[in-house]
């Protein structure tokens, strides 16, 4: 079974701390998503990352795919209040595209 | 605009009722995919198809079923709903099988 654990489960900071989310596994994606879940809503998709090694940024947050392409990290600098949500990574194991594995997700509170 | 519409948005059913969650996509997406959300569990596989009249089991598929009569709609049905199926129901789209995913607002249900 291909598994995706996120590290930290939870996480709760002050507004302007940074922090780094893990999204880890054994096995190797031909790429992985990251998305992020406001209460009351659907995931919304962040960024894709497909190339190991690849650095995407989205304004203050860096996500990285491992050079192995079996992890990745997502990095928030100087938190705000509006980055509260559970953020959810999603893989597509490669050599077998039936379907998206998805992790269980951290999720962030950023208090004022 | 496109979009995925799920229908309604909170039910409150009684043990052993049928209950059917509607969902609707404009993308044109051939894959759809229904999920259940659980604290402690993340995002759970149900049901799953790859377009008009296919449909397929994911993880937790026990007591659900879907039809997939056109393109643009999967309902899921609670045969004989349970109180273990109480959870937040998520619709999704895309346009390849792993490929990003867009999400409909989700339905919560509970089984009392």
């Known amino acids: 079974t291909q598994l995706l654990e996120q590290s930290p489960q939870f996480l709760s900071i002050q507004e302007g701390e940074n922090l780094t989310v893990y999204c880890n596994s054994s096995?190797?994606?031909?790429?992985l998503q990251w998305y992020r879940q406001e209460p009351g809503e659907g995931p919304v998709l962040l960024v894709t990352?497909?190339?190991g090694g690849e650095v995407k940024k989205l304004k203050r947050l860096t996500f990285q795919f491992g050079d192995a392409r079996k992890d990745s990290s997502l990095h928030i600098t100087a938190a705000q209040p509006g980055d509260t949500g559970l953020y959810l990574c999603?893989?597509?194991?490669?050599?077998?595209?039936?379907?998206?594995?998805w992790g269980l997700g951290t999720s962030l509170a950023v208090n004022p | 605009d496109a979009e995925i519409t799920q229908s309604p948005r909170h039910k409150i059913t009684e043990t052993g009722r049928q209950v059917t969650l509607a969902c609707h996509q404009t993308?044109?997406?051939?894959?759809m995919f229904w999920y259940r959300q659980d604290l402690g569990h993340g995002l759970r596989l149900i049901h799953y198809?790859?377009?008009?009249?296919?449909?397929n089991k994911g993880e937790v598929s026990d007591g659900y079923s879907v039809s997939r009569s056109n393109t643009e709609d999967l309902p899921l049905t609670l045969e004989s709903a349970a109180s273990s199926q109480t959870s937040v129901y998520f619709c999704?789209?895309?346009?390849?099988?792993?490929?990003?995913?867009?999400f409909g607002q989700g339905t919560r249900l509970t089984v009392v």
């Open positions: 999704a789209s895309s346009e390849s099988r792993v490929s990003q995913a867009f």
């Open positions: 993308w044109n997406h051939n894959n």
């Open positions: 198809s790859y377009g008009v009249q296919d449909t």
């Open positions: 096995s190797v994606f031909s790429s």
């Open positions: 990352v497909v190339t």
């Open positions: 999603a893989g597509a194991p490669a050599g077998n595209n039936r379907k998206l594995i």
